[in-house]
DNA sequence: AAGATAGTCAACCGCCCCAGC
DNA sequence: GGCTGGGGCGGTTGACTATCT
């Protein structure tokens, strides 16, 4: 593994370090320790730069590295720090006694950032994906012997998330998918809206939104209703005045809400029966920016999103991320 | 069996910060 | 205040390995 060995241009190796380079280094560290790392690889009899002898010390040689396959409590450790302190991976790594920053580095790139991808959980914000696209991985997540484990991090990423206008954001984005899987394709305009053209596969979302129900029926908690899913999609979008009736029942997509209070502590409450949970009453301006009662006007509510992404301005993560999955190949599109 | 593709991870690069002058 | 050198950090590279086709 690593690079070929070459030497720069005053002569110094670089490379893959050989066992013999690393008993010299080890053996020199150990005796004397390294006050100067530019001096040291001349004192160790080492053809390399110091820079180079601190990181293979650091990162390899160190007799404290504890090395092998991260535990799950150390996975949970990297997600939770993640959360808080984002790519700081040497901060991240004084927590966890043994590991180095690159190996966590490496770490979160080959497995966590995947894992939590298709847990549905953006690696970045910690926060349920916004990207659409995730409807169409829905059935392997739900399917996943972990989902249980997914609805944990996502809690628990709630948790240590403080920002509740996101949370009306994704409450309010949910909302949409829940127009979305009850109703014939949107409007030539509405997609307009969305600065797309690609029509939404809703059967596929459809289906994604009645497995996330039977699983949430096995967990014992809330639901969204679905109508019956149309026969028949209707492909004439000059069928403007298309009755919209989508059922109103809009849990947390966990069968909870989340709500910010006056401490920035979240309560959760479980959603009872049938009733409406309160929107993330965090952000005055936010809350039912697209509320339910706007569905029954076919293009209101995709305005309604066009004006949310537009009002967030300095948010345009959010923005581009719906945007670019519309957009985008992998965005499911029926022509 | 062989080539293509994806995953892994050690190592390097370039930038930043800070202390000393 | 400006300059310089050393160390630290995050991002990226690329050789090797595993898996897939």
Redesign the pocket.
């Known amino acids: ?4 060995p070459s030497l ?1 241009e005053i002569g110094l190796k ?4 050989t066992p013999e380079e690393d008993k010299r280094l080890a053996d020199y560290i150990q005796r004397n320790g390294h ?4 001096a040291l690889p001349k004192l160790a009899g080492l053809n390399r730069c ?3 002898c ?3 010390w ?3 040689l160190r007799p404290d590295i504890k090395r092998g396959k991260f535990s799950e409590e150390e996975e949970q450790i990297i997600i939770d720090l993640h959360a808080l302190l984002g ?5 991240i790594a004084t927590h966890l006694p043994g590991r180095t ?3 966590i ?3 979160w ?3 966590l950032r ?1 894992k939590l991808l298709q847990m549905g959980i953006d690696p970045v914000t910690h926060m349920p994906r916004t990207d659409l696209s995730i409807l169409a991985n829905l059935p392997q997540l739900l399917a996943a012997p972990n989902f249980g484990n997914s609805v944990n991090l996502w809690d628990r990423s709630l948790r240590l998330q403080t920002d509740g206008t996101q949370l009306a954001k994704i409450q309010s984005l949910h909302n949409i998918l829940q127009v979305l899987s009850s109703t014939p394709p949107p409007t030539m305009e509405a997609l307009h809206l969305l600065g797309s053209q690609p029509l939404v596969d809703h059967h596929q979302i459809y289906e994604s939104l009645r497995i996330m129900n039977s699983q949430l029926d096995g967990l014992g908690n809330g639901h969204i209703n679905l109508a019956p899913y149309p026969t028949q999609i209707q492909s004439n979008f000059q069928n403007l005045d298309h009755v919209y009736q989508p059922t109103h029942e809009m849990d947390h997509p966990m069968g909870s809400s989340k709500v910010l209070n006056g401490d920035n502590q979240f309560s959760v409450t479980p959603i009872a029966g049938n009733s409406l949970p309160a929107l993330v009453s965090v952000n005055d301006q936010m809350e039912n920016k697209i509320s339910l009662a706007d569905v029954s006007n076919p293009s209101t509510t995709f305005e309604a999103l066009g004006e949310l992404l537009n009002d967030e301005a300095d948010d345009y993560y959010w923005r581009s991320d719906i945007i670019n999955q519309a957009t985008t190949p992998s965005w499911p599109i029926s022509r």
């Open positions: 593994m690593g690079r070929s720069d670089k490379g893959p370090w006050a100067s790392w530019r110091g820079k180079s601190r990181l293979r650091t990162n390899y790519n700081k991976w040497a901060a920053d690159n190996e580095k490496n770490f790139n080959t497995h995947k």
